[in-house]
């Protein structure tokens, strides 16, 4: 009544597993081409096109736009100060969320700064409103200095995500003045034409 147990898996493996007839797979598989051929995807030339035309003004928006960042607004897009310890904090050490945030501040603020059009007219505008994003920016390295003498702690993190907040909606503030004077600049010139 004993039976050796590695004969019984060995043919239960060959019912469950019959093993196929030479040649079998190439016979199925040159079916299933006759049967099912694959068709190539047309990419159309224009597409092709456009896409470089693209990549090209992107280029070019890319080096134009960044000839400008030469003005005033260069000083305001740090996140440390210069003088920055071996191993100093900033929030975004601290946690992933925070990180997070802090990333997302800079870089609409970035996206903010990089959207201005200085000209002659508004650029009085414009100074004044970087001297205070340039306070701002100061107060952001002096919490900075803080969360590294004394450590994490709520009050230091609120008060620099706060004053990321604060260049942020400083930066909306300035482009709605400057909408504002273009619109009247845009009034004034429609009367005098009428």
Sequence with gaps: M??????LFEIEDEKE?????????ER????LGTELP????KTLPYIKIAASILFLLGLGVYFIGGEKASGPEA???????????????SLGDLSPDLKKVENYYMASINLEISGLEVSDKNKALIDSFMGELKELNEEYG???????EIGPNNQTITAMV????LRLQLLHRLKEKINQLKSSKNEAVTETNV
């Design 142 to 148: 002096r919490l900075s200095e803080e969360l590294n």
């Design 162 to 165: 706060k004053n990321l907040q």
């Design 38 to 41: 694959q068709e190539k995807r």
């Design 75 to 89: 000083v305001i897009v740090e996140k440390q100060p210069k003088a920055k310890p071996a191993e100093s904090l």
């Design 2 to 7: 004993a039976q050796d147990i590695r004969k």
């Design 28 to 31: 199925f598989l040159k079916r």
């Design 17 to 25: 597993n019959p093993k196929l007839r030479n040649g079998h797979e």
